[in-house]
């Protein structure tokens, strides 16, 4: 069977990787990618094969809506020939459109409502499998077909983060003492759900730099170059990809200004503050629920340094923990199944 995952943005990688190398000892897995953010940087970190396919438009919704049928039709072009058998993605609004034109079934997974490109990729899904959570009637305005949804246990994170656990706590053990450490992930500035503010992160930087290290975590060398300005002098600015299980040993506090690292120090029981400047998706608000950060859009260098003084560094949250294993057997069962029904389908054809 020949698998297709299409990691459009850097989160991803992490979601997948464990999932993809399991797969890969009985399957062909066909991984294709853009270059947005730190996606590439990880998948070379993981040593995944890839191809790159299209590019990112930018947030600009006219540059969006030209690119997007260019990029259904380049992965088109590119698969047609792969005859794959079942298309698997996160976020990736292209993928269940190109595996509709490739007649073959997709499995979209997605936990932002507030994605408008979850409307073409719900009507084009096969299955679409979402946090247990996420509200029914915000999918109904999307267009998602309640048959088609699939709610998976707890949240996405969980589905990877269970496998690090214990060698995350080897290291937080082995961690050298010294001057605490904070890491910062700056906003998402080219997203098309993202309608906050930009380098309003700024001055929390400079009040912060010369009481604690700080790490910033842009989304790629152009938003790095901004933090590259003489103010920020003393800040460490990683502008290459980085591993979570290097991130979350060393990190002190974190500060979020995104989705998805944000709940992932959350679920590892790391300090987290977020400072999402537009509206909670409804997966945040389930981890505010449940205790699991704090939501702070004002955030001042001096409460970020008082909350560091207060704060102490929890246990993993074990019960998101184990739901997210639950999840990647279903979400792994839900893929097997797809292309299994696709090879009969193509084995029965070939006896006519």
């Known amino acids: 069977m020949k698998i297709w995952f299409d990691l459009s943005n850097s989160p991803h990688i992490n979601m997948f990787a464990a999932m993809i190398r399991e797969l890969q000892r009985e399957h062909e897995v066909v991984i294709t990618c853009r270059p947005l953010a730190n996606t590439v940087d990880l998948l070379e970190l993981h040593k995944l094969p890839y191809t790159v396919v299209g590019e990112h438009y930018g947030k600009k919704l006219s540059a ?18 792969q005859r794959i058998d079942v298309a698997v993605s996160q976020s990736s609004f292209h993928s269940p459109v190109v595996a509709r034109l490739l007649g073959v079934p997709s499995i979209y997974m997605n936990d932002n409502e507030h994605a408008a490109g979850n409307i073409p990729a719900f009507l084009a899904a096969t299955t679409i499998m979402v946090p247990e959570f996420l509200s029914a009637e915000k999918l109904r305005k999307q267009w998602a077909n ?43 500035w080219t997203a098309q759900y ?39 002098e003393g800040i460490r600015i990683v502008d290459t990809a980085l591993d979570i299980a290097d991130i979350a040993p060393d990190c002190d506090l974190f500060i979020g200004a995104g989705g998805t690292m944000t709940r992932e120090m959350a ?28 939501h702070r859009p004002a955030l001042t260098a001096a409460e970020a340094l008082a909350l560091l003084d207060a704060a102490t560094r929890r246990p993993p949250n074990f019960d998101l923990l184990a739901k997210g294993r639950q999840a990647y057997e279903l979400i792994k069962q839900h893929i097997v199944s797809a292309g299994q029904r696709t090879d009969t389908s193509l084995a029965w054809k070939g006896t006519q």
């Open 146 to 188: 309640p048959r088609k949804v699939v709610n998976y246990p707890g949240v996405k994170e969980g589905m990877y983060l269970w496998e690090l656990q214990e060698r995350l706590a080897q290291r937080q053990r082995a961690r050298d003492a010294g001057r605490r450490r904070v890491y910062v992930r700056p906003e998402p």
């Open 194 to 232: 993202y309608q906050g503010a930009s380098n309003f992160l700024d001055e929390l930087l400079l009040g912060m730099k010369h009481a604690v290290d700080v790490t910033l975590l842009p989304r790629g060398k152009a938003q790095a170059e901004h933090y590259r300005d003489a103010r920020f």
């Open 267 to 294: 679920v590892l029981g790391i300090p987290t503050i977020s400072v999402y400047q537009d509206e909670l998706l409804d997966v945040d608000r389930y981890l505010l629920s449940c205790g699991a950060f704090e």
């Open 64 to 81: 969006k809506v030209f690119g997007y049928p260019v990029r259904v039709w380049q992965l088109r072009r590119f698969l047609k020939p």
